[in-house]
Structure formats: C-alpha cells, structure tokens
C-alpha cells in the first residue's frame, strides 16, 4: 500500500489521469512549468503608507480573499518577495526605502503601483511627493482608484500572472537582468521624470513616452452580435 | 505670480519674500484683560512686555508678549503658585504672508487651575530668532525642530536644532514659509536625485534612534487588602 492519490497507485484502475504503476511523469514545456510555478506562487511585499493599504488589507483579508491564488503569504522582507505592492503616496524622504526594498528583491520580480497617488502623485501635487513611483522603480500594473476596491487589487495580481504567463525563459536575460551600477538611482531619466510629473503629467505623458497619442478607434470585435 | 522664476540655491539666499496678497490682519481687536486672570496678572506683572490681548474662537485669550523676554514670561507662567501653566500642549508658527510678522505660538495649558492661554510672540521677517523653551517644558524639543524645519525659526539655546520632517539634507528652504513656490524649488528631476541620493544610515543611527530612557523600576504602593477577609484591623 502507498500513497492514495486520486487516480494515481493500484486502486486507481485504468481510468486514471496518469496510468498505472508508479514514478509516473508526464511531459511538458519547461516554460509552462516554471511559469505556472512562478504565478501561482506570488509573495507580495506590502509597501502600505496610506490608506490604499487599508483596502488591500481588505482585498488578503477573508471577504476578498488574495490566498486563493497562493498569495496568502505577506513577505515582510524584501528578499524572499517576488511582488512589490506600493500601496499609498509616497514621499520623497521615503523614496530611498522604497528604492532599496526593489533593489533588494531578487529576480524575478513585479511591482504594483495600487492607487491615484502611487501611479501619479494624486491629489499631492506638491514639494514633498513622488509624482508616480514608475520614476523610482518599474512598475507593471498600474491601479486606478482613490483608493481602489480590493477587486482592483485582485485584477492587478491577475494580471500580472497573465504577464508571467506570456513570459519565456528563451528571454530571461532581456526581462530580468539588472544593471548594478543602477542600484539606487532613480528609474526614469532627467527628461522622463520632468515629463511625469508635470501637471496632469502621468496619465497623459505615460501615453505620449510609448507613443500612443494617437488614439485610434479599435476595430470591432468578430464576437459582437451585429 | 510677481516673483521671478528662482532656480537652485539663490533664492534661498534672500530670505523670505512677502507674498502680495493680502491675508487677514494679524490682530483682532483688543479685549478686556479682566475676562482671563492669567491676562490681568501678566500686564500687572510684565506691563509694556504684554504688547497685545485678545479673544479668539470664542474663549481662548490670546496675548502677544515681547519676543526678547519670552522666556520669562513664558517661565513666569509655569511657575508662580497663581498660573501653573504646567502644560505646554504645541508649539507653532503662522506666516500670514504679506511681508507681515511671522507669529510663533506658543498653546499652554494650567492643569491644576483647568485654564488655558495662547502666547504669540511676533517676529519679523529679518529676525526670526527666538529663545528656546526646551529648559521649561521637553515637549518643546521637537515642537521646535518642527517649526525650524518648516518656518525657518532659530530658536537660541535649543539642544538639538535640526530638521526633523524633511529630509536632513533638504536644501530647498522652509516649506510652510508663504513665500515657498507650492512644488518646492529645484526641478523634479533634482528632487528625485536629491531623494535618491539620501544616506538614511547617516543621519539615524542606532543610537539617535535610541531616545527613550532605560526602562524604570516602578515600586506600587502595598494595595489595601480587600474588605470583608478579615485580613483588616
């Protein structure tokens, strides 16, 4: 007698998803694996100064419920985290924290920007903030909201596993590889941080720096019902 | 916006600016002494020293007192048996702009007598130094820091007179100033270099950190024994 798996060991039968007899195996792509391993496994690192914190308390709590997709775990050291959730405004005092937690995190890694004055600066727009953490560190997913719903939180993560997803390892070096002697200096350049951080400056620049000012109108779907 | 465009360090060097607009006056209109007995005591005691008395909100006096003799007047009102303002609850400053005096604030309160009393003394711009009042009441300490950090106001004979909100090597100026351009004065580019480029460990040390005493022994009085044991005589 060994160990009773569904579908796997002698009383399986011959329905079972692996066969009979044991080791069993079965053959995959090494991309899918380590993908499927890295999204399903996200420690976050709650970087909380405001009260968007409040609101991803709320999304790990049991309503909402994040450790459903393996996140249970809050990481409070940087070093064993693999998502960086800058939830709230940040400072400049605190700039050099939030800086060194995302040199301190070993690749690969993520961060979200949850919030109006994460993503921007909000309402701040003054002497003493960060207009958008994207000038200090990368940023994958942006949240909108003030603050945002624990649902936006959800979304964000989500999202980040469809981009982990579509990753490969093929261009692991392209994705993932850091320059040391860009340890604590900011992300964006002189010109790029002048232009987020102009008034109105992020939604709108954040468009012009990818090139996407042409708005065009997107071509309708084959699913809609005409 | 009358005031030139100033970059990086220069307009720093020129000291506050008045602002042109026209704020609220400074001063309301004089009130009754008799209405405070505090009020009454200091303009017997201190005479042409208590230059202004007036009521704000309602009930709260408030007196303007010489800024040279502050530091006995404030400490008169700590100690004499009549006052015991043992309380000092904030210290702060407003700047109303306008090339008008700024006002460092000084919130008091009498614990024994249950009275309260706001002392202001005015500076003018040129001269914004003021003796500290660290020796009379420790909460002072970092109520003073933070009005140096934020208004640019000495206080003479304070222990430990560094900012103590902005970063320590901020090198923009005294931000609540009304002369302070609302996204400060370097570039954002600057700002977030500058941020970056801060040295946390330099400036908190372990041991700057550690501003708390060692824990005390606290010895409790012997509690009565309950009644009806028949331990009590």
């Not at chain 1, 160990?3 to 079965?26: D, H, K, R, W, Y």
């Not at chain 1, 960086?84 to 690969?108: E, F, H, N, T």
């Not at chain 2, 309301?28 to 200091?42: E, K, R, Y």
């Not at chain 2, 904030?90 to 460092?104: E, K």
Request: with cysteine; glycine share 10%.
């Amino acid at each position: 007698m060994g160990v009773n798996l569904p579908g796997v060991g002698a009383g399986a039968g011959s329905g079972g998803l692996f066969g009979q007899g044991s080791p069993t195996f079965l053959t995959t792509k090494i991309d899918y694996v380590v993908n499927w391993a890295r999204r399903e496994s996200l420690w976050p690192m709650p970087f909380g100064t405001a009260c968007c914190a409040i609101e991803m308390m709320a999304a790990f709590a049991s309503d909402f419920d994040l450790s459903r997709f393996g996140m249970e775990r809050m990481s409070f050291s940087p070093r064993q985290a693999d998502v960086l959730i800058c939830a709230g405004r940040l400072p400049y005092k605190l700039a050099p924290v939030l800086r060194r937690i995302w040199d301190q995190m070993p690749q690969p890694k993520w961060c979200v920007s949850m919030g109006a004055c994460a993503s921007t600066g909000g309402v701040f727009d003054v002497y003493s903030m960060v207009q958008g953490i994207d000038t200090i560190v990368p940023v994958d997913v942006y949240v909108p909201g003030c603050p945002p719903r624990p649902e936006g939180l959800i979304y964000a993560l989500m999202m980040i596993q469809e981009k982990i997803r579509q990753e490969s390892l093929t261009e692991h070096y392209e994705l993932r590889a850091e320059d040391p002697a860009r340890v604590a200096s900011p992300r964006a350049s002189d010109a790029e941080v002048v232009a987020l951080s102009g008034p109105f400056g992020n939604s709108t620049q954040q468009n012009k720096l990818v090139g996407g000012m042409e708005v065009k109108a997107a071509p309708p779907s084959d699913d809609l019902i005409p | 916006m009358s005031q030139q465009a100033k970059s990086g360090l220069d307009a720093i060097d020129e000291g506050p600016v008045p602002s042109d607009a026209a704020g609220p006056t400074a001063a309301g209109a004089p009130a009754d002494p008799a209405g405070h007995p505090s009020v009454a005591a200091l303009i017997a005691r201190f005479g042409t020293a208590i230059i202004h008395h007036e009521v704000s909100a309602g009930d709260q006096h408030v007196v303007h007192v010489d800024p040279t003799r502050n530091l006995e007047i404030l400490g008169w009102l700590r100690d004499d048996p009549a006052q015991r303002y043992d309380l000092l609850a904030d210290v702060t400053a407003v700047d109303f702009g306008g090339g008008r005096p700024l006002q460092v604030v000084y919130q008091l309160w009498s614990i024994p007598h249950r009275r309260g009393l706001r002392v202001k003394c005015l500076l003018a711009l040129d001269a914004l130094e003021v003796d500290s009042v660290v020796g009379l009441w420790n909460s002072a300490n970092w109520l003073e820091r933070e009005v140096y950090d934020l208004f640019g106001v000495t206080f003479r004979g304070h222990p430990d007179l560094r900012r103590i909100l902005m970063p320590m090597d901020y090198a923009e100026g005294h931000p609540l100033r009304k002369d302070f351009p609302l996204r400060g004065r370097f570039s954002r580019a600057e700002q977030t270099r500058r941020a970056l480029a801060q040295d946390l460990d330099k400036f908190y040390t372990p041991h700057d950190i550690k501003i708390g005493r060692e824990p005390q022994q606290v010895t409790l009085p012997a509690a009565p024994a309950p009644k009806g044991t028949g331990a009590e005589s």
